[in-house]
């Protein structure tokens, strides 16, 4: 009973004080928050909804996080065996200036889009909780498998696999998600 009350109790905290209810969990078979940000290049952007029809590996990520660093030529061995019209990996750095996250990509030579969000507020949308960390998009535009926290070998045979399936099936049931 008393589990009621301090729902209804809660409740009614968010309804006086006008604030919102904390986002559903962003889980596999839901839509993915939309987005258009900035790339590197002077007046260029991205929407996810530019990607409509590929799979997406989306990637937050920021220059000062190792882990981060590690896991980028991995996902530009991914990029260059898989990327094309039905692939397509984007990276989102959190980076305050572009100026570290240009010569990041220089220095690592990485050829996939970048985009940045400095204000952290897709990455919010994501409900990230650290960097990197990743998602994988359907076709359709929904989250296609859990999220990916932490940093990955995405040049794995089994990131590849899963990634293949994902193309050739198009779904979340490709990655055994009912």
């Known amino acids: 009973m008393w589990v009621i009350a301090a729902g209804v109790g809660i409740g ?4 006086i004080f006008g604030l919102e209810a ?4 962003l889980e596999p ?7 258009t940000l ?29 882990p981060c660093e590690e896991e980028m030529p991995s996902m530009e061995r991914l990029y260059r065996r898989l990327g094309g ?8 750095s959190v980076d305050s200036e572009a100026a570290p ?8 030579t990485l050829s996939f889009p970048i985009l940045l969000d400095p204000s952290q507020e897709v990455s919010g949308r994501y409900q990230t909780t650290g960097f990197p960390e990743s998602f994988l998009i359907d076709r359709e535009g ?9 940093p990955r070998d995405w040049s794995d045979p089994a990131y590849v696999a899963l990634v293949e399936r994902l193309i050739a099936e198009g779904g979340p049931e490709a990655a055994g998600v009912p």
Do not use: H, M, Y
Request: aromatic residues 12%.
């Open 85 to 92: 019209d039905d692939f397509e990996l984007v990276a989102i």
């Open 22 to 25: 904390p986002p559903d969990p």
């Open 38 to 66: 900035p790339g590197l290049a002077p007046d260029s952007q991205l929407a996810l909804a530019d990607l409509g029809g590929r799979i997406v590996l989306l990637n937050f990520w920021a220059t000062w996080c190792k």
């Open 142 to 150: 929904r989250i296609a498998t859990q999220r990916f926290v932490g």
């Open 12 to 15: 009614l905290v968010w309804a």
């Open 101 to 108: 996250v240009l010569e990041f990509r220089e220095r690592l």
């Open 29 to 35: 078979g839901r839509s993915a928050p939309a987005f």
